[in-house]
T-cell receptor, first 117, second 114 residues
Framework: NAGVTQTPKFRVLKTGQSMTLLCAQD?????MYWYRQDPGMGLRLIHY???????AKGEVPDGYNVSRLKKQNFLLGLESAAPSQTSVYFC????????????????FGPGTRLTVL | AQSVSQHNHHVILSEAASLELGCNYS??????LFWYVQYPGQHLQLLLK??????LVKGIKGFEAEFIKSKFSFNLRKPSVQWSDTAEYFC????????????FGSGTRLSIRP
């Protein structure tokens, strides 16, 4: 199993450009999450999904959109990148031991380092 | 606002010293609690978790954490640290009132002097 993979690993954008980050998991997990990691601020939740076709806002959703058309994929989009979105982006997936239960431990991808000039 | 606080931003210890990293959360009601570790250049991995039962939980690599409900705390401990414990440590909380959100603290960077 590959676990959680993220594409791309690195990206440099100019202000105003758009891009999509792809997260894929092969563990059949229901829950998927997008976080950004910035120095001194830990991981902040951007958006998350509790199942195929569903998404919800996290702590810092502004400037980002997400889609979960397939259970194994969770896409994070930046429509018009800004320098404040320079960060390392982590995707995570999780499962519930009970149907409809709360998420268990998260499995993280290797991250995408994004620089917006 | 609901939050997860890790007040120690950077901790420096010598090898064999004891470690305690603080984690406090502001959510009421039932919570699931996690500690994750991020070694340099690697992604996050689970150290331990608490869902219910014995409030003292043991994790990998000799780490343990104690859930004190009255103090809204879930502090991480290790009796004797090693140089290989140099990493960043994150506390995370899933509050039942917040559905499936998992919120992280700001992290504590641990540096171990050999």
């Amino acid at each position: 199993n590959a676990g959680v993979t993220q594409t791309p690993k690195f990206r440099v954008l100019k202000t105003g450009q758009s891009m999509t980050l792809l997260c894929a998991q092969d563990m059949n997990h229901e829950y998927m999450y997008w976080y950004r990691q910035d120095p001194g601020m830990g991981l902040r939740l951007i958006h998350y999904s509790v199942g195929e076709g569903t998404t919800a806002k996290g702590e810092v959703p502004d400037g980002y959109n997400v889609s979960r058309l397939k259970k194994q994929n969770f896409l994070l989009g930046l429509e018009s990148a800004a320098p404040s979105q320079t960060s390392v982006y982590f995707c995570a997936s999780s499962y519930s031991q009970l149907a409809g239960g709360h998420p268990n431990e998260q499995f993280f991808g290797p991250g995408t380092r994004l620089t917006v000039l | 606002a609901q939050s997860v606080s890790q007040h120690n931003h950077h901790v420096i210890l010598s090898e064999a010293a004891s470690l305690e990293l603080g984690c406090n959360y502001s959510y009421g009601g039932t919570v699931n609690l996690f500690w994750y570790v991020q070694y340099p250049g690697q992604h996050l991995q689970l150290l331990l978790k608490y869902f219910s039962g014995d409030p003292l939980v043991k994790g990998i690599k000799g780490f343990e954490a104690e859930f004190i409900k009255s103090k809204f705390s879930f502090n991480l401990r290790k009796p004797s640290v090693q140089w290989s414990d140099t990493a960043e440590y994150f506390c995370a909380v899933n509050a039942y009132s917040s559905a499936s959100k998992i919120i992280f603290g700001s992290g504590t960077r641990l540096s171990i002097r050999p």
